[in-house]
Each structure stands twice: as structure tokens, then as C-alpha cells.
């Protein structure tokens, strides 16, 4: 279901088959007519649903997807000073979706004689168009460009060179971007908002350690150092939006909860322990200021906030995952880390607070689902050390980074350092810096196999930790 939804949606309309990119939703049944405003949100989520499929499945069509996600970010919602943008409206000259349409006339003025009809075919382009008038329902000469079939798919059905029929589409569809870019662009919300960065910085971290990308990983690091630096406050705390240089309006449970996300999935991709201090000073703060100390959970404004009839606590997961739910994971995670049964405790009663939702709703918090997931599975605690620049100690967190893993915590201890930060962040780590040489050590509940060092190894004890395996029933 997974696989197949995903795919559908990167074959669809509702991609920008053109400049890439996912558009906020279908308007109709046949996910051919979206509503063409693009959310950073939405392609931070898609983003890493395919990262996950191609993870599991080895299918380079979903790691196509992800990158192609990714570059359209890069290239039109990256602000220079290091945040991502919201979004890209639908509308430009006053119309929605003018800038993605195109008729049969304005492709054949772009593209060589044999290139048109191939990229009608493709493409689906109708003579007298596949997009309909809103208002009077009838087709308006204009086509939204979706292949409803792979490349792969259809040089199966044609008898072609795969390999040769994705250059010749390359090459077309670089022509018709470069014509587009020509046209008015939609207005681009130009706002830098907290809670998104952390999910795009958690998109391009995981991406970046998946398909051994530093510069995605670079890319996340720019956006989480100018999070930290222009949407932090010198007593820690955040703000929710920033705009041409300017930050403003207290940060609300999401905020927090995001950016400590994506700064545990940066820690990931890049070892650099500032990022998990951050994040568990992050953490440690947003306890004190949205915690329900009395029914667990969090609020989601803080507690000295503007005073509200009511202070509202949210579980469902609507658009986007609802700040309890990421917050729930971000404590799992950090407990599991560090071993502070501060994080677990305060995990624990959030797990009270919400059951009942949990029990009659389940598919209403999915994400909060995730973190009761890591803690009954139980989750792997997985600690590399090594010099940093050994091939073999970079095969153990290659490996280790492609493997789709989700309940797990990885460390690493590089050798040769003092790691003073790192050792303060996880004390019990203190049990492994004498292991000079590369080492993979697989721990649950603090207790460690045997120490792994060759690399044939660790490559089997992976695939078998990948594959689908039962929880345990608590009872």
C-alpha cells in the first residue's frame, strides 16, 4: 500500500513532473488536478516516506523521488541566509496553476521535432488539453504534464534502452524547465518557521546519511546552525517565524518538538555532538515550559504564554504530526541515548495521558504510535567507535546509515578525541572509549553482544536486524 501510494503520487499531477516538487493535494479522484501551492512541509513528509520505501525495498524509483524533492527545495525554498522558505502559492497572473500548464503549441515551440511527440506521449499531453476550467468544467487547451507509468515501465513496454531513454527524457525535460523559468513564478511565502525547518532539516540529514550525501547533510547543518542561531533566544528559548532578518511570536510545543527531531536526526548523519546537546537543552526546556505536570502530555503553548480561555493539548495528526507526538519520540530516543530515566518517566506519563485517545483513535496519532513502537520493541542501542577516518569505521556508519532501522539510537565515539561532549550528553559511554580499533557494538537495555569488528559481520547482523519482525506483547 505504501509503495504503491507513493509511486501513484510521483507519477501523478499532483507532482511537478517539470521542476519537481509535490503540490498540497489532488483536487480530484484521479490525482491529476492539484491544488498547485507547494508546502515545505509536505515535501519534507514525502520526502522521507520515500527515503524510508527505497530503504526498505532497494527500488531506485523512490530514492529518484526523494532527490528530486530534495533538489526542487534546494533550488526555490532555500533562503541564502540558511532557513528553508514555506511554500510557493498556486497562482501567478492571476491564475492557479498558469505556470505548470502547458499546451501542445507552446511544448512543439520548445523542443526538436522528435522530442515533442515523445514527450506528448509521455506526459499524456491531450490536443485539447487534460485540465478543465473550474468554473464551466470544459477542457482549456491546457495539459498538466504526469506519466502515469515509470520510465523504466515504459522502455519495458517499447522495447528501449532504459539507460538511453532516461538521458533523451533528461534532456527534454531540462529544455522545458529552462522554457518555464521564463514565465512568471509564483510569489514565494518567504517566512522561515521553526517547526518546518526541523522537518526539512530531519529530510535532508536522513537522506544525507542513507545515500551517503554530505551535501545534503551539509545542507541540513546550515539550516539547523541558523535556526539555532536566529530563532533562539540567549536564554534558549525559541521563536516561531522569522522574516527578512527579523525573528518574532513565541515558539509554540511544535517548534521545540521539530527542531529537536531534526538536530537528533542531524547528530546522525553528521557525529557532531553539539547538535545532541542542543537538542536535549531543547528538550529539557520545553518539559519545563508545555509539560502537563499534573496529566502528563503537552500543552501547546507555553505555561508564562498569552493566557487562553483554555490551554489546548493536541494528539491528532493531521498535515503534519502533532507536537506530543514528536515529542513522545524525541524523548524515547533521548532516553535511550543517554540513559536518563528523567526523559523515559516523563515519556511514560504522556503514554497515560493519551491512552485513551490511543485505545478508541488509534489512526488519529500514528506518529505518537511510533514512539510506544521503540520503546516494546525493545529499542537498539548501537555504538561504533573508531578513528573517523578509517575505511573500515566509515563502512561500519555507511552500512549502518542505509540499513531502515527505526527503532534504534546510534553513538559514535571516534577514537583519538576527548569527546568531552559526547561523554557528558551519554555517560555510559565512558564504557567503550578504550576501544581504539573500529568496533560495532549492538546493545539493548545497556546490555551489549559480543564486540564486531569485521565488516562482513556487521553487514549480516544487519540484515537480520531489517527484517520485519513481531513486538513482543507486553502481557
Not at 518567504?190 to 551535501?215: C, E, H, Y
Not at 542505509?402 to 569527546?419: H, M
Request: a negative charge; aromatic letters at 10%.
Amino acid at each position: 500500500m505504501v509503495t504503491h501510494t507513493l509511486r501513484q503520487i510521483r507519477l501523478s499531477g499532483t507532482y511537478d513532473q517539470v521542476g519537481w516538487g509535490i503540490h498540497r493535494y489532488s483536487t480530484d479522484q484521479h490525482w491529476l488536478v492539484p491544488h498547485f501551492e507547494k508546502m515545505l512541509y509536505d515535501q519534507a513528509l514525502f520526502s522521507i516516506a520515500c527515503l524510508e520505501s527505497f530503504q526498505v525495498t532497494k527500488d531506485p524509483f523512490f530514492q529518484e523521488a526523494c532527490e528530486s524533492t530534495l533538489a526542487y527545495v534546494d533550488r526555490e525554498l532555500s533562503s541564502p541566509a540558511g532557513g528553508f522558505y514555506s511554500a510557493e502559492d498556486a497562482d501567478s497572473e492571476g491564475e492557479e496553476g498558469k505556470f505548470y500548464l502547458w499546451t501542445k503549441a507552446e511544448v512543439s515551440a520548445v523542443l526538436d521535432g522528435e522530442e515533442a511527440p515523445l514527450f506528448y506521449q509521455l506526459f499524456q499531453l491531450e490536443d485539447g488539453g487534460n485540465y478543465l476550467d473550474e468554473a464551466t468544467g470544459r477542457k482549456t487547451g491546457s495539459n498538466i504534464p504526469h506519466p502515469g507509468q515509470s520510465l523504466v515501465e515504459y522502455a519495458r513496454l517499447n522495447n528501449e534502452d532504459t539507460s538511453l531513454l532516461e538521458q533523451r527524457v533528461e534532456k527534454i525535460r531540462n529544455k522545458i524547465f529552462r522554457a518555464r523559468e521564463n514565465r512568471i513564478h509564483p510569489q514565494l511565502d518567504d517566512k522561515v518557521l521553526t517547526d518546518w525547518n526541523g522537518l526539512m532539516i530531519s529530510a535532508f540529514a536522513q537522506a544525507g546519511r542513507a545515500f551517503q550525501r554530505p551535501d545534503y547533510v551539509e545542507r541540513a547543518a546550515r539550516a539547523a546552525d541558523f535556526c539555532l542561531a536566529e530563532l533562539r533566544l540567549p536564554n534558549g528559548r525559541l521563536m516561531k517565524r522569522w522574516r527578512m532578518g527579523q525573528a518574532g511570536l513565541p515558539a509554540h510545543l511544535e517548534d521545540y518538538a521539530f527542531l529537536i527531531q531534526g538536530l537528533l536526526d542531524l547528530y546522525e548523519a553528521s557525529w557532531n555532538p553539539a547538535y545532541l546537546v542542543d537538542a536535549r537543552e531543547l528538550t529539557e526546556l520545553a518539559i519545563d515550559l508545555f509539560e502537563d505536570s499534573e496529566q502528563g502530555g503537552f500543552f501547546l503553548t507555553a505555561k508564562d504564554g498569552e493566557p487562553l480561555l483554555t490551554r489546548p493539548k493536541e494528539i491528532y495528526d493531521g498535515a503534519i504530526p502533532s507536537g506530543n507526538s514528536i515529542m513522545a519520540m524525541n524523548l524515547a530516543r533521548l532516553g535511550n541515548m543517554t540513559g536518563d530515566q528523567k526523559f523515559l518517566d516523563c515519556l511514560d506519563h504522556a503514554f497515560s495521558a493519551f491512552s485513551g485517545f490511543l485505545q478508541s483513535n488509534p489512526s488519529g496519532a500514528e506518529n505518537f504510535l511510533h514512539s510506544l513502537a521503540f520503546i516494546l520493541h525493545p529499542p537498539l542501542e548501537i555504538v561504533i567507535t573508531g578513528n573517523a577516518e578509517d575505511p573500515l569505521t566509515q563502512s561500519f556508519l555507511r552500512e549502518m546509515g542505509s540499513s531502515f532501522l527505526p527503532f534504534k539510537s546510534v553513538l559514535f565515539l571516534p577514537s583519538g578525541k576527548k569527546n568531552g561532549e559526547l561523554l557528558h550528553f551519554s555517560p555510559h559511554l565512558k564504557a567503550f572509549s578504550s576501544t581504539e580499533e573500529p568496533t560495532f557494538f549492538l546493545c539493548r537495555d545497556f546490555a551489549c553482544e559480543h564486540p564486531r569488528t569485521q565488516l562482513d559481520e556487521v553487514k549480516k547482523l544487519l540484515r537480520n536486524l531489517a527484517k520485519p519482525s513481531k513486538l513482543t506483547n507486553p502481557d
